[in-house]
């Protein structure tokens, strides 16, 4: 299957190199000569799809796990308490994975802007992989007790330290190899691999759901797909390793001006622009688990069949392989700023005819809701976000600067969203208004951050945003 996924990729970029999505070039950004995807060396275009396959596997271990948490770890590993406290505690766990990722990415970020993007991105599918399959082995509570628990959210927190440092990484390979005219479009292909991630959990989630008892799929079933994670990370490992290292950070290391505590930089030169961008990730960031994880829970409180809300995470999700990569063309062909603004306002428009349509019951109507909630006001803003966040930062401080924006944000925003809406549920009789109003409220947030926001389009990513100069004549190039 994935050997199929790289196939198709390559033909897809091809396709667009031919002049697929060229019309879309703006008149004020022209394709130079040899910028185009067919101007770029095949190592080039590879690192492309090695940043769309490995994020595709890092979000397939990630998103597998909500599934879970929405419908069985519950009963396998906190049985003791009510159903409704067993869906809290595992959606807390669920929290946890979100937890670690600011440390992840601050770590990996640190490294990253030291020693390059292609190490970090190694390593983190790595102790993602690991963290995973270690999931598929662990025993119950009824096995061992409140071992169970703790050891699912040790490993829980194994994960969120892999994706913390995955996204900041994979963005940069992509973003950094991209001609300055189709950033935009170039950066969703890592974006890509957060619906190609899901459809592929929630598939082989079905599958194997479909294939088995009720009975024996809680006694053994689940652990399944934990378990052919182990040989999804040798498929990417073999594809990460042999991409380039981005040329931008080449530029650094070859002019010797990497900072000693990329960290420390960001913080100092970009305050603002991180507050910024901590504001523009909070809504797309609790609108997708809340409306692809949480709608599961609320589903089945309506006695929604788990098939029906499945099918629709998969149809948005195959939409999404469209939508995010034409939403981030959009960017280049005319403003990240406004292409993200746009996202903002639907998504707040839209929170309450989402419930509505999803709690008519109708399998229709909820797979409008998710087309619209998702794939057109979620997509709006996660499509053009990966250019967006990059641009915003100078390259030497350019990892640490993206992964605080991504996974502090992901702390207080998407870790915490299922847990606060199960919350506000509960809160309102099952009633979801309080539901609709929180996503509407984060969203109006966003909204604000995105009208305060520089339009990024067209930034020269050697030019240091903070200093406006290159990074050849730096003011830290003499001290490093």
């Not at 995807?37 to 590879?46: E, H, P, Y």
């Amino acid at each position: 299957m994935l050997g199929v996924a790289v196939r198709l990729i390559l033909r897809l970029l091809h396709f667009f190199g031919e002049g697929g999505l060229r019309v879309m070039s703006s008149p004020e950004l022209p394709v130079p000569k040899g910028e185009g995807v067919t101007g770029l060396s095949r190592s080039a275009r590879t690192v492309i799809a090695a940043s769309f396959i490995g994020t595709t596997i890092e979000w397939y271990d990630f998103f597998l796990y909500g599934t879970a948490s929405a419908l069985v770890f519950n009963k396998l590993f906190f049985p003791s308490i009510s159903p409704a406290n067993g869906v809290l505690a595992a959606f807390a766990t669920f929290a946890v994975g979100y937890a670690a990722r600011p440390i992840g990415g601050l770590v990996f970020g640190h490294f990253g802007d030291r020693v390059g993007r292609k190490r970090m991105l190694v390593l983190s599918l790595l102790i993602m992989g690991v963290g995973t399959m270690v999931i598929g082995l662990l025993p119950t509570y009824d096995a061992i007790g409140v071992w169970a628990p703790i050891l699912l959210v040790t490993m829980r927190f194994l994960q969120g330290i892999g994706i913390g440092g995955e996204w900041g990484g994979a963005v940069l390979l992509a973003v950094e190899h991209a001609p300055m005219s189709r950033r935009g479009f170039f950066g969703s292909w890592p974006q890509m691999g957060v619906p190609a991630g899901l459809l592929l959990s929630t598939v082989v989630y079905r599958l194997v759901q479909g294939a088995t008892s009720e009975a024996s799929f809680l006694s053994w079933g689940w652990r399944i797909p934990f378990l052919l994670s182990a040989l999804l990370v040798v498929v990417g490992l073999g594809v990460r390793l042999k991409v380039l290292e981005s040329p931008v950070f080449q530029q650094v290391k070859e002019t010797d001006t990497a900072v000693r505590a990329p960290l420390v930089e960001a913080l100092r030169e970009y305050p603002g622009r991180i507050v910024i961008g901590v504001g523009l990730r909070a809504a797309e960031n609790v609108i997708f688990p809340v409306y692809t994880v949480f709608i599961l829970t609320y589903g089945k409180r309506l006695g929604i069949p788990e098939g029906t809300l499945l099918t629709g995470v998969i149809i948005s999700s195959v939409i999404g392989l469209v939508s995010i990569p034409f939403w981030a063309a959009l960017s280049d062909r005319y403003s990240r700023r406004q292409v993200y603004l746009a996202g903002a306002l639907l998504s707040a428009l839209l929170a309450f005819p989402f419930f509505a349509l999803v709690s008519t019951g109708s399998a229709l109507l909820i797979w409008l809701a998710m087309l619209l909630g998702v794939n057109v006001g979620h997509n709006l803003m996660y499509g053009p976000q990966a250019a967006f966040f990059a641009e915003l930062f100078g390259t030497r401080v350019r990892y640490s600067g993206v992964s605080i924006v991504y996974q502090v944000t992901g702390v207080f925003a998407g870790g915490l969203a299922p847990l606060i809406a199960t919350v506000l549920l509960e809160a309102s009789g099952g009633g979801y208004r309080l539901v609709a109003a929180y996503v509407t409220g984060v969203s109006l947030l966003t909204c604000v951050a995105a009208y305060l926001a520089p339009d990024t389009r067209g930034q020269d990513l050697t030019v240091d945003p903070s200093t406006r100069s290159t990074m050849s004549t730096s003011p830290h190039s003499a001290a490093t």
